[in-house]
């Protein structure tokens, strides 16, 4: 991977980690369509550009993060089903990133969902549920259930968390809010035990200074991207819904599957 290839890849990472279209699914392609061969650093670098768009939730939402204890809380008992399910599949998970299949068939099955998701919780955003309706611990754990489902590739786990929420009577802007607090710990957590085991397998040695400059790269990248992407896609939902990013998902699918069907080489270099 060459500094061009990281930047792009960075990008994707910033403008779709918070869009229901799945982050991990786009990269997965970017690095197919780019030719970069997939082995242990491709896949850290994925997981670990996170930590720049994680920054930027902290950055836009920074007087939630010191609000009360409450809300550590409340992300606690959400993060703990990904936890425990990441850790039991972690081996099987790590194989599925490797299939730009699986994240076409997760990408046209998700958008199909989201066609229908702003007429199925259409009363969501009423004035007097709205107003009224926050998440509380119950509601917290049945989101960081629905979290666990975006563990396949292409599935999107701004999409699964946010129509859990919505499954709750969360309107679609607290929805998405928690969506993006809860990818704090989550995407931290994924992190640290993806930068564990390469560490435990390799050494210190896995990153020379060139990787640590590719890495720099890509977070610098993400962060500024994801604190762009974050404010236009709330004003966004709020207003419009899902739909378009249904169609977007089933397009992005279609194409996938079709140059898979056809045995056409997803790589343009």
Not at 23 to 37: E, P, Q, R
Not at 199 to 209: I, R
Not at 228 to 239: D, E, H, M, R, V
């Amino acid at each position: 991977m060459n500094y061009f290839e990281a930047i792009i890849i960075a990008i994707i990472e910033g403008l779709t980690e918070y869009l229901p279209v799945s982050s991990t699914g786009h990269m997965i392609l970017a690095t197919s369509l780019l030719g970069i061969k997939s082995d242990d650093f491709i896949k850290f670098f994925i997981v670990n550009i996170q930590l720049g768009a994680i920054l930027a939730v902290v950055v836009l939402y920074f007087k939630h993060f010191f609000k009360s204890f409450e809300f550590y809380f409340k992300l606690f008992v959400a993060f703990i089903p990904a936890a425990v399910f990441g850790i039991l599949f972690s081996d099987k998970i790590d194989e599925l990133l490797e299939s730009p299949a699986t994240v076409a068939i997760s990408l046209l099955l998700g958008g199909i969902i989201l066609l229908f998701v702003d007429q199925w919780f259409s009363k969501n955003d009423t004035q007097d549920v709205a107003e009224t309706k926050e998440v509380n611990y119950l509601s917290a754990f049945i989101i960081g259930c629905f979290q666990c489902i975006s563990m396949i590739p292409g599935v999107s786990r701004s999409a699964s968390t946010i129509i859990g929420g919505l499954t709750q009577k969360l309107s679609r802007k607290t929805a998405a809010e928690f969506s993006f607090f809860l990818a704090v710990p989550t995407m931290f957590g994924a992190t640290a035990k993806k930068s564990l085991d390469l560490f435990q397998a390799h050494g210190m040695a896995f990153l020379d200074a060139d990787k640590i400059k590719l890495l720099v790269i890509g977070n610098l990248v993400s962060f500024v991207i994801a604190l762009i992407a974050i404010k236009a896609f709330i004003s966004y939902l709020t207003q419009y819904g899902f739909k378009i990013f249904g169609w977007y998902r089933i397009v992005v699918g279609g194409v996938i599957l079709t140059l898979i069907a056809f045995k056409i080489p997803l790589s343009i270099v």
